[in-house]
């Protein structure tokens, strides 16, 4: 971490499940689609108890219908593929519909937690500070695309299994302890009955695999969470390399490059291979007790057939309905895999979300800069800013920079220049002193490569406004001006400018949108030194013309001045006897 942003502060510890549970459903809460999705979310309710009901009369036709196979009593038989016809058309159609309700209300919920993320993600400087806010704030990219989308589908298909394997439980106990009234067993000649014994046959049949799967299953929570982070870093790496390129074959750098990006993948395919032994022992769980699930009620209910206190039909029901109740009851073994990637992922997601929700809340023994918006002028009072292992500040205790002033902040190289400037922005609270900063919708602040949203010329050239904001001639004028003539037919053109553009021609598109824009005040990050002399004479004329009444506050470690500044200011870096640690 760079000495910029370890002043930070952490996001702390990953909290609970319930801290995560509770700021998942605040999320969704605050949402304005939340009215939808409840109104989904009950109609799948609605659904899945109709089915569940759907269900039980199925079960119950086993009786009559197999009576009937029995009794070779083909009128019966006809009668009873009637009723299955019309009982099956009920659940076809149920099951349509959930289905349908299951897509939208996956949509529905990842509208919510994805719209929320990027309003806490794009509140004013949070961006910026979430790089320094330790793990939970590493490849939001991805947390905000692929894990929501991972979690709140997950959290929609859980949901829906909870619900029908608690309904089916409730719904099929009844019916076994009831059938279970005909089990009676002799040893030694006396005969004694189990109250309600296909119920415990069910239970422990269905306890003892949730068991095992929980022992096996519980660790894919941790493994999968690293797998995430693993999986971010490698495609976070590719990215770097192919939006790199150039520099890269320039250097001859490839060798190096594909050994790093080995690396990284070998970390993948680590954990994944972990993952995979993990989840091989869990299959041969699942499977397992999903194959003796065919034989296990038929040999549980023997003693009742073969007694004569079951008829075959009768029988069917038993089976029908142990297999109904073992089913729900081992739910978790054959989730248990989901249950942990859906942990996993909402540890990855709402600790973004925290992280985010903790960077506006400094730790209590950092002070802060007092900064005071709408000023006329942008005034240092003993203003001081907290680096790492230093306090820097300006040479003069108090500076007042009027409208129309041309000012040069000098500072040698890693004294903390870009640090300085990140404070005037609002980027950097922390310090000592009052800032007094003008409106800012009056101030452009001029990084040492500005950022080009991608779109069309015309937008890049207005953002943060709309181009309808401006006059259409401006847009022309202002490239013609910077001698970007030939990029005037490209105006309505959608494209990635900054990967269309030389470096110089994004130099020469920041000074261009000075000129759409027409600011009061510019701040500078080195944007506007280390120039050649054709665009400095450009750069001289703009500020002696159109921009004539624009005050420039310029932050650089160059001083040459060619007669362009009125003041020369010295930025000094004084080390603290006890250096904060470099990572918090």
């Not at 589908?153 to 829906?160: G, M, P, Q």
């Not at 390399?241 to 790093?260: F, H, M, T, V, W």
């Not at 073994?333 to 990637?341: E, S």
């Not at 041309?406 to 990140?422: D, E, N, Q, Y």
Request: hydrophobic share 45%; aromatic share 8%.
């Amino acid at each position: 971490m760079s000495q910029d942003q370890s002043l930070l502060p952490s996001s702390g510890s990953a909290p609970g499940i319930a801290g995560q549970l509770n700021s998942y459903c605040d999320a969704i809460g605050r949402s304005p689609s939340r009215y939808k999705l409840l109104l989904l979310a009950l109609g799948l309710a609605v659904v899945i108890g109709a089915t569940t009901i759907g269900q039980l009369r199925l079960n119950a036709w086993n009786e009559p219908f197999f009576d009937a196979i029995r009794n070779r009593d083909l009128v019966s038989f006809g009668r009873q593929l009637v009723v299955f016809v019309a009982i099956g058309g009920v659940l076809i159609f149920l099951n349509t519909a959930q289905t349908w309700l299951d897509q939208r209300t996956k949509l529905a919920l990842r509208g919510c937690v994805t719209r929320d993320l990027l309003v806490q993600w794009f509140v004013p400087r949070r961006a910026v500070l979430l790089a320094a806010a330790g793990p939970d704030g590493s490849n939001p990219d991805q947390r905000v695309q692929e894990d929501a989308r991972r979690l709140t589908e997950l959290t929609v298909s859980l949901a829906i299994g909870v619900l029908q394997s608690t309904l089916l439980l409730f719904s099929f106990v009844g019916v076994l302890w009831l059938l279970s009234r005909g089990f009676l067993f002799e040893i030694g000649g006396r005969s004694f009955q189990i109250p309600g014994f296909m119920v415990w046959a069910a239970l422990i049949y269905a306890a003892s695999g949730s068991g095992l799967s929980w022992v096996l299953g519980r660790p894919l929570i941790r493994l999968n969470a690293e797998r995430y982070a693993r999986e971010a870093e490698f495609r976070s790496g590719l990215m770097q390399a192919n939006e790199s390129s150039d520099g890269i074959a320039l250097s001859g750098g490839e060798q190096g490059e594909r050994a790093r990006l080995d690396r990284e993948f070998d970390g993948v395919v680590g954990i994944v291979r972990r993952i995979a032994d993990v989840t091989t022992l869990l299959t041969g769980v699942t499977a397992g007790y999903g194959w003796f699930a065919i034989v296990a009620p038929i040999a549980v209910a023997a003693p009742g057939y073969f007694g004569g206190r079951l008829s075959f039909g009768e029988l069917m029901v038993v089976v029908g309905a142990f297999n109904q109740v073992q089913q729900a009851l081992r739910w978790y073994v054959d989730n248990a895999g989901n249950i942990a990637d859906w942990l996993a992922t909402l540890q990855r997601v709402m600790g973004l979300r925290q992280a985010l929700l903790g960077l506006d809340r400094s730790a209590p023994s950092k002070s802060r800069i007092a900064v005071l918006d709408n000023e006329p002028a942008i005034v240092l009072e003993d203003v001081t800013v907290d680096m790492a292992d230093s306090d820097i500040s300006i040479n003069e205790p108090n500076v007042t920079i009027g409208p129309g002033e041309h000012v040069l902040v000098i500072g040698k190289p890693g004294a903390g220049k870009s640090t300085l400037f990140r404070a005037l922005a609002g980027l950097w609270p922390w310090g000592g002193g009052r800032l007094h900063l003008p409106p800012k919708e009056t101030t452009i602040f001029l990084p040492q490569r500005s950022y080009l949203p991608a779109g069309t010329l015309r937008e890049v050239l207005a953002y943060p406004s709309q181009p309808s904001s401006f006059e259409e001639k401006e847009f022309a004028r202002a490239l013609a001006r910077t001698n970007l003539d030939h990029l005037i037919p490209s105006l309505d053109r959608i494209a990635r400018w900054d990967k269309d553009l030389t470096v110089e021609e994004q130099l020469h598109l920041a000074f261009a949108r000075l000129l759409v824009h027409r600011p009061q005040w510019v701040v500078s990050d080195e944007a506007l030194c280390h120039l050649n002399d054709d665009d400095r004479k450009m750069l001289f004329s703009l500020f002696d013309n159109e921009l004539s009444k624009t005050s420039v506050l310029s932050i650089s470690s160059n001083d040459a001045q060619y007669g362009f500044y009125s003041r020369i200011l010295h930025l000094n870096a004084r080390r603290r006897a006890e250096a904060i640690p470099a990572s918090v």
